[in-house]
């Protein structure tokens, strides 16, 4: 808990010092609302804070609605088993190379341009549309609800086997009730119930999104948590103190839509209940929504891989132009012009992604160990304090981090690079590897401890190896997020440590579709080969024990 919420704790109040005028660092000790007033004269505030709004509480509603809709219509389903494999390993792209991908798609020169010109369009030449960055942020919205659509799936999973979900729709089908209706009514519930705190961590992140915002999103003006980036990288300290003015706002905006999604649930629910008590079957309703459902799905899965396609054909690509579906041709200069500085920058990115997630490992573990030595699961509460790091925007109390370091004299660097991903890597891997381990059979170390085994040794000698593909699974997790945290990186780092995500992000204004290209792959690699190292080695270790391939 102190490795998850001292940062947390520490960044807030290095936000909120600086807020009301005190950074010594700038010489400047005062307490003032001088900040806030000059926070409110910037002219673009009031379409920043739209934007952060809309955008991330459209993406929320869009992603948990196209989520439902599959569950409902077709959980169960070959459809459904054949899209669950497709999305879930999409749940490890980092979400720079679904954005860019997304813009190579969509973009008035993209590969769907390409591939409906000029017979369907009429187009020689890129339309003067703007697409990508548009001012509402209709791009940036749908690029979100395209990635947060895989993570709820899996948490959907994971509380289906909670929810005793098929005896449920036996149940209700067998009183005439329609697949989606039965399933809203009977299952839903449950379900939601048990993914609600996932689901204000996909709004919080919504809201507050720096890396795909500066990919996707308008940039006159930018969402807040963009702007607050920028005047957080001014050369006068003293803009240091209206980022951090804009960073609290930001916390409050994300406040104000949590407990405003809080309120639409409470009314919700009284819909749903008189929705309930009023017994219509609803089988009509299967003809319009299980249609939607698989719409979404494929939707989700359309964007992300053929934006990483997009990616890998800029990345070999020569001459392209316009309307042409396919480069004349492919070459691999653009991966020996660019490779050095992104086998350099790989290299950084793996030391800090391994060290992070070891560390979460141990921490994780250990908890998880102390749960069981003592049979107490966490409460509640401390599943929440859990989820307090992702809940809370990052770019509210990363700025006051950034400031406490180098008021403590700790300057950029690696080191703290590696604390500030840690502070998200760890909700993560102890949140995928909690079930699995608190499911392990016991009985296994009862006959452990019998033949005279001690705790430890149980621990070391029987339940890690049997929990070997758990382990690594969430390692491959710890490692995914890692390698997508671009704030983290670029405040606590001070821009001088470049991992894949920054380096690519920064490429997003030169506009080098190609140096993208090499840079999107390259990090999408990167998380994609822990996982799958995360399914080869327990089957190389295992290959002789069936039982333990499970």
Same mark, same amino acid.
């Given at each position: 808990?102190?490795?998850?919420?001292?940062?947390?704790?520490?960044?807030?109040?290095?936000?909120?010092?600086?807020?009301?005028?005190?950074?010594?660092?700038?010489?400047?000790?005062?307490?003032?609302?001088?900040?806030?007033?000059?926070?409110?004269?910037?002219?673009?505030?009031?379409?920043?804070?739209?934007?952060?709004?809309?955008?991330?509480?459209?993406?929320?509603? #869009?992603?948990? /609605?196209?989520?439902?809709?599959?569950?409902?219509?077709?959980?169960?389903?070959?459809? !459904?088993?054949?899209?669950?494999?497709?999305?879930?390993?999409?749940?490890?792209?980092?979400?720079?190379?679904?954005?860019?991908?997304?813009?190579?798609?969509?973009?008035?020169?993209?590969?769907?341009? @390409?591939?409906?010109?000029?017979?369907?369009?009429?187009?020689?030449?890129?339309?003067?549309?703007?697409? +990508?960055?548009?001012?509402?942020?209709?791009?940036?919205?749908?690029?979100?609800?395209?990635?947060?659509?895989?993570?709820?799936?899996?948490?959907?999973?994971?509380?289906?086997?909670?929810?005793?979900?098929?005896?449920?729709?036996?149940?209700?089908?067998?009183?005439?009730?329609?697949?989606?209706?039965?399933? #809203?009514?009977?299952?839903?519930?449950?379900?939601? =119930?048990?993914?609600?705190?996932?689901?204000?961590?996909?709004?919080?992140?919504?809201?507050?999104?720096?890396?795909?915002?500066?990919? #996707?999103?308008?940039?006159?003006?930018? %969402?807040?948590?963009?702007?607050? +980036?920028?005047?957080?990288?001014? %050369?006068?300290?003293?803009?240091?103190?209206?980022?951090? =003015?804009?960073?609290?706002?930001?916390?409050? *905006?994300?406040?104000? =839509?949590?407990?405003?999604?809080?309120?639409?649930? =409470?009314?919700?629910?009284?819909?749903?209940?008189?929705?309930?008590?009023?017994?219509?079957?609803?089988?009509?309703?299967? @003809?319009?929504?299980?249609?939607?459902?698989? !719409?979404?799905?494929?939707?989700?899965?359309?964007?992300?891989?053929?934006?990483?396609?997009?990616?890998?054909?800029?990345?070999?690509?020569?001459?392209?132009?316009?309307?042409?579906?396919?480069?004349?041709?492919?070459?691999?200069?653009?991966?020996?012009?660019?490779? %050095?500085?992104?086998?350099?920058?790989?290299?950084?990115?793996?030391?800090?992604?391994?060290?992070?997630?070891?560390?979460?490992?141990? #921490?994780?573990?250990?908890?998880?160990?102390?749960?069981?030595?003592?049979?107490? /699961?966490?409460?509640?509460?401390?599943?929440?304090?859990?989820?307090?790091?992702?809940?809370?925007?990052?770019?509210? !109390?990363?700025?006051?981090?950034?400031?406490?370091?180098?008021?403590?004299?700790?300057?950029?660097?690696?080191?703290?690079?590696?604390?500030?991903?840690?502070?998200?890597?760890?909700?993560?891997? !102890?949140?995928? *590897?909690?079930?699995?381990?608190?499911?392990?059979?016991?009985?296994?170390?009862?006959? /452990?401890?019998?033949?005279?085994?001690?705790?430890?040794?149980?621990?070391?000698?029987? @339940?890690? %190896?049997?929990?070997? @593909?758990?382990?690594?699974?969430?390692?491959?997790?710890?490692?995914?997020?890692?390698?997508?945290?671009?704030?983290?990186?670029?405040?606590?780092?001070?821009?001088? +440590?470049?991992?894949?995500?920054?380096?690519?992000?920064?490429?997003?204004?030169?506009?080098?579709?190609?140096?993208?290209?090499?840079?999107?792959?390259?990090?999408?690699?990167?998380?994609?080969?822990?996982?799958?190292?995360?399914?080869?080695?327990?089957?190389?270790?295992?290959?002789?024990?069936?039982?333990?391939?499970?």
């Amino acid at each position: 808990m102190l490795a998850m919420l001292g940062p947390v704790a520490a960044g807030l109040a290095g936000t909120l010092l600086p807020a009301f005028g005190y950074l010594p660092a700038a010489g400047i000790s005062g307490f003032s609302l001088a900040p806030f007033v000059d926070l409110f004269d910037w002219p673009g505030l009031g379409q920043a804070m739209r934007l952060s709004v809309t955008t991330g509480l459209f993406a929320t509603a #869009l992603a948990l /609605a196209g989520v439902t809709l599959l569950f409902a219509g077709w959980s169960g389903t070959r459809a !459904f088993c054949a899209l669950e494999r497709l999305l879930s390993p999409l749940l490890s792209v980092p979400h720079a190379a679904m954005a860019f991908g997304l813009a190579f798609l969509i973009a008035p020169s993209g590969w769907v341009a @390409r591939g409906l010109s000029p017979w369907a369009t009429g187009w020689e030449r890129p339309p003067d549309i703007l697409i +990508v960055q548009d001012s509402l942020g209709i791009t940036m919205t749908l690029g979100l609800v395209a990635k947060e659509m895989p993570f709820l799936l899996l948490m959907g999973l994971a509380a289906m086997g909670q929810s005793d979900a098929a005896r449920r729709m036996r149940v209700v089908q067998a009183a005439g009730y329609g697949r989606v209706t039965g399933w #809203l009514k009977a299952v839903f519930p449950s379900i939601y =119930a048990q993914i609600r705190l996932p689901v204000y961590v996909v709004l919080a992140y919504s809201m507050s999104v720096v890396d795909v915002a500066l990919i #996707l999103g308008p940039s006159t003006p930018s %969402p807040l948590s963009v702007q607050i +980036v920028r005047w957080m990288s001014d %050369p006068d300290l003293s803009m240091r103190l209206v980022a951090s =003015a804009g960073a609290l706002l930001q916390l409050g *905006l994300v406040i104000g =839509a949590l407990a405003l999604w809080r309120a639409g649930e =409470a009314l919700v629910a009284v819909l749903g209940r008189r929705w309930v008590m009023r017994g219509g079957r609803g089988r009509a309703a299967d @003809r319009l929504f299980r249609p939607l459902g698989v !719409f979404a799905g494929s939707f989700s899965a359309a964007v992300i891989l053929g934006g990483l396609a997009c990616l890998a054909v800029w990345s070999f690509a020569g001459f392209w132009g316009f309307p042409d579906a396919l480069p004349q041709g492919f070459t691999a200069q653009n991966w020996m012009r660019h490779g %050095p500085s992104a086998w350099e920058a790989t290299g950084i990115t793996a030391l800090v992604a391994l060290i992070a997630t070891g560390i979460a490992l141990l #921490l994780s573990v250990g908890c998880l160990e102390a749960e069981y030595r003592r049979g107490r /699961a966490i409460s509640p509460t401390g599943l929440w304090l859990v989820y307090l790091p992702l809940l809370v925007p990052q770019i509210a !109390f990363l700025p006051g981090l950034q400031t406490l370091l180098l008021i403590l004299g700790y300057g950029a660097g690696t080191g703290p690079v590696i604390i500030g991903h840690l502070v998200f890597v760890l909700p993560y891997v !102890f949140l995928s *590897l909690g079930d699995t381990w608190r499911a392990w059979d016991q009985r296994a170390g009862i006959v /452990a401890r019998a033949l005279g085994a001690s705790p430890l040794g149980v621990l070391v000698r029987v @339940r890690l %190896p049997m929990l070997t @593909r758990p382990l690594l699974t969430a390692a491959a997790v710890g490692i995914a997020v890692s390698v997508g945290q671009y704030l983290p990186t670029l405040l606590i780092g001070g821009g001088r +440590v470049s991992t894949l995500t920054t380096e690519a992000v920064a490429l997003a204004s030169g506009g080098d579709r190609r140096a993208i290209g090499v840079f999107g792959v390259a990090q999408t690699l990167a998380v994609m080969v822990p996982f799958a190292a995360a399914l080869l080695i327990p089957a190389v270790l295992w290959r002789n024990r069936r039982g333990m391939h499970g």
